[in-house]
């Protein structure tokens, strides 16, 4: 069973940068396509970015294409480097992975997940 942990969430200014980090445990990290979440207030969980086993392989969100950069690393920790920020990405970010070979973007196809981090852009 994987574990997860994120980290790497505050709060930032307009127009700032920020990097949160996932670091996995429990389980073989490469058999999994990685992604990230995010969850405003009062509103379903989004997806925002996913990268493939080999790390080559990314897909992004309309809102954030552009902006964000996901990557992962040997050492069994995935990024989402985020700039240009604005007060829409305020929101709890989770990251999670699934066992399914491929990208895909509904949250119910991840199997495991964070406890999510806090990001806070002020305006």
């Known amino acids: 069973q994987l574990h997860l942990v994120e980290s790497g969430g505050g709060l930032v200014q307009a127009g700032g940068s920020l990097r949160l980090s996932c670091a996995a445990s429990?389980?073989?990290?490469?058999?999994?396509?990685m992604g990230w979440f995010q969850q405003a207030p009062g509103k379903e969980r989004e997806f925002v970015a996913a990268i493939g086993r080999s790390g080559r392989t990314t897909y992004y969100a309309d809102s954030v294409r552009g902006r964000f950069t996901i990557s992962r690393d040997n050492a069994n920790t995935i990024y989402l480097q985020m700039n240009s920020l604005n007060s829409e990405d305020t929101a709890v970010y989770y990251c999670?992975?699934?066992?399914?070979?491929?990208?895909?973007?509904?949250?119910?196809?991840?199997?495991?997940w964070g406890q999510g981090t806090q990001l806070t852009v002020s305006s």
């Open positions: 429990g389980g073989t990290f490469s058999a999994y396509t």
């Open positions: 999670a992975a699934d066992s399914a070979l491929g990208i895909r973007l509904g949250a119910l196809s991840y199997d495991y």
